[in-house]
């Protein structure tokens, strides 16, 4: 049995499938006896012109969106495509090896990145992500993918009768997208925290998942039996038939609880003594966009934009970005959404705005420093939501504010982008508000001066957590740190509830406290009513509120900010859950 970290509650037995990367097995492969030599190398020249008509593609539109210093990478990419000596390696090693052409691809960069690693200048050794990035995308055309599947989830290679686990080193934004389109019901990874992209994904799917798991990729094969405990993060690989069954039986309650729970979805949020709650959703993409409808969330909270730049092959300018927001508003009628502005670097990059390495690239180059540094980018995001904006009610959402000069830059810049849209005659919506996401621990100490310049805030608690306790969200290491259920967090979220209650100001919670049940009782007792999460926990949450008075949770929650310890206030906290409702603790994770 490993020990990891539970990221995604919900126990499932199944089997294994391990990502491969592009090339799958690093065995050099042999063409088969009626496979020609020149067939073969058609198909390589044939990869190599649609990965050059696709890079040239891209350098156009970068230079038109983003301008020429972020093309530049997309034509190092094409430069590298068209390298005579690297061609002439690979056409080399199909004649006289007769290698396949993915497995001539797979042994030239093996080649290259030995040499990149002799290098001692890092910036010119890291320049082998991108041998890396270009030797990938021609693979990706040598390669017969499910549609829309990343490289290495293959869904044909996933018709297995039990559900599928997918088990890898670490799984990346892209191929996360994935996962809506293949059958998997379960996911352990060796690196991430409880809030990485891959753990947030894996809750909106409502699919187990373990993180942290070191060295599983060496012990498990594809086709292994395993049981993922997302609850305790426990993975047992190819465990007894007695503790199968024990594992079935504890699968098929779970999913007849989740079932059962979410039959409450038309009934209103609201605590035992009837207090209006909102319960909101955390969504990536459309189709969580209609999961939230499907489980009752009263709107969207959270609308993480950059999942579109990150499955995009290039940058998505305005008017696919306006498509994609009106699609989002239109799936949630009668609801608000409010959407983010782009929130990556940290864990999620895309190669169009530069590959930069960075030592801690949490504290670095993300978020709203990045769109600061591609005003045009930035300026044509805000466009397209205001532009959305007239289709439904729309709050626009800025992360990783961290002073009260940022939030006035951004504030003129939206005025600005208003103006210019009068202006030019095109409609948009009047009534959009702006907030400030509360993440970053300067805003939360100077939120009385934030919130006098904000229509609302939204505390995102992933990264205020890390950045209080200094510890990485993804580093599993040091994740025991990364605790909601402290008392240095609750301290600092009762300061800015309060201060929001005393100036009137919406507030919502978004990071994953919010769905998660012993956080959710403590800060309904700390006065907050606004919880957004991701789809799959709103029934979970609803019950559980419904359960309990105003009254009591103000009484739990006083007392755990009377605790000094974490071990204190989860021991408080699991046994005032207990005593509500038993049957919920499996959706808190230890
Ligand atoms: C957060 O930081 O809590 C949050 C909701 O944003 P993200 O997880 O996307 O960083
Ligand atoms: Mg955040």
Same mark, same amino acid.
């Given at each position: ?28 492969? +042999?063409?088969? *006896?009626?496979? $020609?030599? !020149?067939?073969?190398?058609? @198909?390589?020249?044939?990869?190599? &012109?649609?990965?050059? /008509? ?111 686990? +997918?088990?890898? *080193?670490?799984? $990346?934004? !892209?191929?996360?997208?994935? @996962?809506?389109?293949?059958?998997? &019901?379960?996911?352990? /990874? ?111 909270? +959270?609308?993480?934009?950059?999942? $579109? ?282």
């Amino acid at each position: 049995m490993y020990k990891g970290i539970a990221v995604s509650p919900g126990v499932v037995v199944g089997v294994a499938h391990l990502v491969d990367s592009v090339f799958g097995s690093s065995e050099p492969r +042999l063409l088969d *006896h009626d496979q $020609l030599v !020149s067939d073969e190398i058609q @198909l390589l020249d044939s990869a190599l &012109a649609q990965s050059a /008509t696709e890079l040239e593609a891209i350098v156009v539109k970068v230079a038109q969106q983003l301008g020429g210093a972020e093309a530049d990478i997309f034509k190092s990419h094409l430069e590298i495509v068209n390298d005579q000596s690297l061609q002439e390696k690979v056409r080399g090693l199909i004649t006289s090896r007769h290698l396949t052409a993915l497995s001539a691809l797979q042994h030239v960069l093996q080649e290259y990145a030995a040499t990149f690693a002799r290098i001692e200048h890092d910036y010119f050794r890291e320049r082998i992500a991108d041998v890396r990035d270009v030797i990938s995308r021609i693979g990706s055309h040598l390669t017969p993918h499910a549609s829309g599947a990343a490289p290495g989830l293959n869904a044909d290679k996933m018709n297995a009768d039990e559900p599928i686990i +997918l088990v890898a *080193h670490e799984i $990346l934004p !892209s191929q996360a997208m994935s @996962l809506g389109n293949l059958p998997i &019901a379960g996911i352990v /990874t060796e690196t991430g925290g409880g809030t990485s992209h891959a753990a947030i994904l894996s809750r909106s799917r409502g699919i187990p998942a373990v993180s942290g798991v070191s060295g599983i990729t060496n012990d498990v094969r594809s086709g292994d039996l395993l049981v993922v405990d997302g609850r305790e993060g426990h993975v047992l690989v190819r465990p007894d038939s007695e503790t199968t069954s024990a594992y079935r039986k504890m699968q098929r309650e779970f999913f007849d609880l989740k079932d059962r729970l979410v039959l409450n979805r038309d009934q209103p949020a609201r605590s035992a003594d009837g207090a209006q709650i909102d319960l909101l959703a955390n969504i990536n993409n459309i189709a969580d966009a209609r999961a939230a409808q499907k489980v009752g969330a009263g709107g969207v909270g +959270l609308f993480r934009t950059e999942y $579109l730049f990150l499955t995009h092959q290039d940058v998505p300018d305005e008017e696919e970005q306006y498509e994609y927001y009106r699609q989002v508003i239109e799936e949630s009628p009668q609801r608000a959404v409010t959407i983010r502005t782009l929130d990556l670097g940290g864990d999620k990059t895309v190669p169009y705005l530069g590959r930069r390495s960075e030592a801690n690239p949490f504290m670095g180059w993300r978020s709203i420093r990045l769109s600061f540094e591609h005003p045009r980018l930035f300026e044509r995001q805000i466009r397209a939501i205001l532009r959305a904006g007239r289709h439904g009610k729309v709050n626009m959402l800025f992360p990783m504010i961290t002073t009260l000069e940022e939030l006035r830059f951004v504030n003129r810049i939206v005025e600005e982008t208003r103006r210019n849209l009068k202006r030019e005659g095109v409609p948009y919506g009047e009534e959009v508000k702006t907030g400030v996401m509360v993440e970053v621990p300067a805003a939360a100490v100077c939120i009385d001066a934030i919130l006098r310049e904000t229509d609302f805030i939204s505390i995102g608690s992933n990264d205020l957590i890390q950045y209080l306790v200094a510890a990485d969200r993804d580093n599993p290491k040091v994740a025991h740190l990364c605790e909601p259920l402290s008392p240095a967090i609750f301290k600092v979220l009762q300061m800015v509830l309060d201060a929001c209650k005393r100036t009137g100001t919406p507030v919502t919670i978004c990071g994953e406290m919010a769905g998660q049940p012993r956080s959710v009782l403590t800060l309904f007792g700390m006065g907050l009513r606004r919880f957004s999460m991701s789809p799959a926990f709103v029934p979970t949450i609803k019950a559980l509120l419904g359960s309990i008075t105003t009254a009591q949770a103000e009484r739990f929650s006083h007392h755990v900010l009377q605790l000094k310890t974490s071990e204190e206030i989860r021991t408080y906290l699991s046994e005032r859950l207990h005593e509500i409702s038993s049957s919920l603790e499996v959706f808190d994770s230890t």
